[in-house]
Every structure is written in structure tokens, then in C-alpha cells.
């Protein structure tokens, strides 16, 4: 279960409030992927990066911006967030847009 | 784009029986189909898989079904037992163009498995 390891856990933030959600595989994979996961909703998938490059933007608003150092870490950086952004946000890797494993998420109040 | 629906958001049966869960997709460009098990504040786990060159694949309990020409996919489990019960979650890939590797997924099943 430590392939793929998200910090923090849990983020509790207010509007004004500037934070950053870290992703890392050890999987030796090339892509990786944010989700948001919203009570009742589907998985929502916000970007994807394939070999640190951009690939997918799925209309996420400018308060989210990702950062693709590296094929290994992923970072969100949320700002000027909504309560509606309450969720679980999820990251996944995979090797060559294949399947997909998933991280432990961090778990998103905005006050 | 990609538009994958799930039936049933709820399913509840008695330990030893089977459960179904069924998919449809909208794009017939689509050519992997994940399924995902999430227990209640875990990660979502890949539990099978199926490529669009295969109708159907087994892993012991579980199985899946793939139809394409009518854009639809099951997921079969059978002899549920109580640790069966989280929410499943099916997926569909699109594959070529500016989608490739993006994911849809379907809104769940909550899967419940009385002892």
C-alpha cells in the first residue's frame, strides 16, 4: 500500500488560505492523475500528467493549480478556495496511460 | 466526451449469494474497462480488468463481462462474503485524441453483504 502516498491526510483551510496537497509514486511510473471525490458524485477527474508534461486539464478552475516536477511528484496548489471544494482528493500513477492506482487521498475542509 | 452509467447506486444480498453490477458506456472508442473497489475511508483498488478485444475474464470470485457492440460491461461476484461489501466503481478509458488515458468513471454501487 505504499506505492502511492499523498500528504497531507487531512487539510482543513480557510478561503483566504494558501496550501499545497503532495503526490509521490514509487512505482516507477511516467503519468500521474488528481482526482476530486464529492459525496454522491463520480470520481472527478481535474489533470493529468504524462511524463511531467500537461496532458488533460478537465475545465478545473484557476484556484487549483498542479506542478509536475518530476515523473515521481505531483503537487496541487489551492488557493482562494470555495466550501464547495470540500472533498476527498484523490491522485493516482500509472505506466503509459494504463491502469491506474490510486493514493490514500487527502481529505479537504474549506471553512 | 466519455458519459459511463452505473446501475445499481445501492445493492444489498445475504452472504453466499451472487451480486451484479452493470455498466454502459458512450463511446464506442473506448477499450479498457476498470472496475475499482473503495472501503469506507480507503483508496479505490483495482480489482479486474477488461480490454475490448475480450468478452469476458475471471479472478477467482469475480468476474466481468464486456458487450461492445451494445456499450455495456457487468461485474460479477459470486459467494459474496461480508468483506465484499464497499462501493464498486466502473470505469471506461478513451483511447486516441487528446483523451488518451482519461479515465470516466461511473457514480458507484454501494455494495452491503448480510452475514
Known amino acids: 500500500e505504499t506505492g502511492v502516498t499523498q500528504t497531507p491526510r487531512h487539510l482543513v483551510m480557510g478561503m483566504t488560505n494558501k496550501k499545497s496537497l503532495k503526490c509521490e509514486q514509487h512505482l516507477g511510473h511516467n503519468a500521474m492523475y488528481w482526482y476530486k471525490q464529492s459525496a454522491k458524485k463520480p470520481l472527478e477527474l481535474m489533470f493529468v500528467?504524462?511524463?511531467?508534461?500537461?496532458?488533460e486539464n478537465n475545465s478545473v478552475p484557476s484556484r487549483f493549480s498542479p506542478e509536475c516536477p518530476n515523473s515521481s511528484h505531483l503537487f496541487l496548489h489551492l488557493h482562494t478556495l470555495q466550501p464547495e471544494d470540500s472533498a476527498l482528493y484523490l491522485c493516482?500513477?500509472?505506466?503509459?496511460?494504463?491502469?491506474?492506482?490510486f493514493g490514500p487521498g487527502t481529505r479537504l475542509t474549506v471553512l | 466526451g466519455e458519459n459511463v452509467e452505473q446501475h445499481p447506486s445501492t445493492l444489498s444480498v445475504q452472504e453466499g449469494d451472487s451480486a451484479v453490477i452493470k455498466c454502459t458506456y458512450s463511446?464506442?472508442?473506448?477499450?479498457?474497462f476498470p472496475w475499482y473497489k473503495q472501503e469506507l475511508g480507503k483508496r479505490p483498488q483495482l480489482i479486474i480488468d477488461?480490454?475490448?478485444?475480450?468478452g469476458e475474464k475471471k479472478d477467482q470470485r469475480i468476474a466481468v463481462t464486456l458487450n461492445k457492440t451494445a456499450k455495456h460491461f457487468s461485474l460479477h461476484i459470486t459467494e459474496t462474503q461480508p468483506e465484499d461489501s464497499a462501493v464498486y466503481f466502473c470505469?471506461?478509458?478513451?483511447?486516441?485524441?487528446?483523451?488518451?488515458?482519461?479515465?470516466?468513471f461511473g457514480q458507484g454501487t454501494i455494495l452491503t453483504v448480510h452475514p
Open positions: 470505469a471506461a478509458q478513451e483511447a486516441g485524441g487528446t483523451s488518451y488515458g482519461k479515465l470516466t
Open positions: 500528467y504524462n511524463f511531467k508534461e500537461q496532458t
Open positions: 463511446d464506442s472508442a473506448s477499450n479498457y
Open positions: 493516482a500513477s500509472s505506466l503509459t496511460l494504463d491502469t491506474q492506482y
Open positions: 477488461i480490454r475490448s478485444n475480450v
